[in-house]
């Protein structure tokens, strides 16, 4: 079965090669039809983007890629919490960022230990030259006789 592609020609000469709308030969951002949509759509994705940008520098929140960025967004959603009123749901996310915080210290805590473990490893002298397999099997002989 032939997969439709949307057969608008890309700058390099190739065709878009997007999931076509139904019933046309071009995809939702090529299609002359939707242009004024997809103009619109591409300004609030770069909206959206700016947005996205400016409250990562106001909070200094780096993403979630590491344990450290993980751990901001907690002290920043601690911290909001901590400024409500007491309620309920104030306790509840207080709970729950302490709690993802452990878990998070814990994971911390996994991660030194296996860094050292590694540079042990690194600086540990070679091991003696392997014993074959044959000598091993010789070795357990003894075993299950
Ligand atoms: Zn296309």
């Known amino acids: 079965m032939v997969v439709p592609r949307c057969t608008f020609p890309m700058p390099d ?3 878009c090669r997007a999931a076509p709308l139904h019933d046309e030969p071009f995809c939702f951002a090529h299609s002359p039809e939707k242009a004024e ?3 619109e759509a ?3 994705g770069g909206l959206r983007r700016r947005r996205e940008k400016t409250l990562m520098g106001a909070y200094d929140f780096a993403g979630l890629g590491s344990i450290a960025a993980i751990r901001r967004i907690l002290e920043i959603a601690a911290v909001d919490a901590l400024g409500l009123e007491n309620s309920i ?3 509840r996310a207080l709970v729950a960022a302490a709690l993802a915080a452990a878990k998070l210290l814990e ?3 996994f991660e030194d ?3 050292a473990l590694e540079a042990a490893v690194r600086l540990a002298p070679a091991p003696p030259a392997a014993t074959s397999a044959l000598d091993d099997a010789s070795a357990f002989g003894d075993v299950g006789r």
């Open 13 to 15: 000469g190739r065709p």
């Open 37 to 39: 949509e997809a103009a």
């Open 42 to 44: 591409r300004r609030l």
């Open 89 to 91: 749901a104030r306790v």
């Open 107 to 109: 994971a911390g805590e």
């Open 113 to 115: 230990r296996l860094s």
